[in-house]
């Protein structure tokens, strides 16, 4: 399929999914750039039919149908929410983590402007738009900043730079770094490579990367030795079993890679306890920190004094 065609296709679909009532072909022909352009009606009317044949193909639920009780002879088109939207679905963390990715990658392509484009063009003639509806069309999935430029390092066998704050200190150090690869543990982003001033492999957590990182060098100047295995890098960055337990509260529905390597002690409505097992006090209290309000930490006293610590650093206290 040609990408004119695709974004064609993209318009449609975003128009018939955000509009909340039924949309007549002219309504449609306004909203989508390609079907405006025609210079005909005949032109746009064999345009639109392919299309319809084309959605529908792809699994779209199109319907047609009015709203208006007194001219019911207007056919107009929209796509059933219910019908169009997934059943709930489950994800590992490490699938979230490379979704997170993905959805990085789709929202800087072409589609945000082509939604963009199509609600504008609905406000023009006269259709309020929902664009709740389009959550699916355009997701967004947090990830860390330092993933896109790292991934393009490693891609393209440039060596980086960045600042680098180990989970026991207080400030960031400048890193240089030969990227050899991305993975992912306990749905956390890491980089594994060669620490140029240390001269030894090192594996970074992207969460603690501050600032920008500086893509260095030339394209193809790193060499990954045939014998690196990120997966087992990953693997040996903590003892097989933890340390110690700590006990956190957490909201219900949220903190899910946290509530995947914990076992639950007691569900309520407003708060979930669970018990963690944990290799250091600092590195629990950073990811507990990253989920905000979310969850609370009761116990151990080092483990909620090492995110108080994290958050009067976040906030500038002293």
């Not at 959605?55 to 088109?77: I, K, Q, S, W």
């Not at 963009?116 to 069309?137: H, N």
Request: glycine share 8%; with cysteine.
């Amino acid at each position: 399929m040609s990408a004119k065609r695709t974004e064609r296709l993209l318009n449609l679909t975003i128009a018939l999914l955000a509009a909340r009532r039924f949309l007549t072909k002219e309504q449609i022909r306004q909203a989508v750039t390609a079907y405006a352009e025609c210079p005909t009606d005949e032109a746009f009317e064999r345009m639109f039919e392919r299309d319809k044949d084309e959605l529908r193909e792809l699994g779209m639920p199109l319907e047609t149908g009015t709203h208006e009780a007194l001219f019911g002879d207007e056919v107009g088109y929209r796509i059933d929410r219910g019908a169009y939207a997934l059943p709930e679905v489950t994800f590992t963390p490490e699938e979230l983590a490379v979704l997170g990715l993905a959805a990085q990658a789709w929202r800087q392509a072409s589609l945000s402007h082509a939604a963009g484009t199509a609600l504008l063009k609905l406000r023009a003639a006269g259709v309020d738009p929902d664009e709740s509806a389009m959550a699916g069309l355009e997701p967004r999935v947090g990830d860390d900043p330092a993933l896109q430029p790292l991934w393009s390092a490693v891609f393209d066998g440039r060596p980086v730079n960045f600042d680098y704050r180990n989970p026991e200190a207080d400030t960031a150090k400048r890193r240089r770094v030969e990227p050899w690869g991305l993975g992912v543990r306990n749905g956390k982003w890491y980089l594994v490579g060669f620490d140029l001033d240390r001269q030894d492999s090192r594996v970074f957590r992207l969460s603690r990367i501050s600032g920008e990182v500086k893509v260095t060098g030339q394209p193809g100047s790193v060499v990954v030795p045939p014998d690196v295995d990120i997966d087992g890098e990953l693997q040996r960055m903590a003892p097989s079993q933890p340390q110690d337990t700590a006990v956190v509260k957490v909201r219900p529905g949220s903190a899910f890679p946290l509530r995947n390597r914990a076992s639950l002690i007691e569900s309520g409505d407003d708060w979930d306890t669970l018990q963690v097992g944990f290799w250091s006090p600092g590195r629990l209290a950073e990811e507990l920190v990253s989920y905000g309000s979310a969850v609370v930490a009761e116990s151990p006293p080092a483990v909620r004094d090492a995110v108080v610590a994290r958050l009067r650093l976040l906030a500038g206290v002293a």
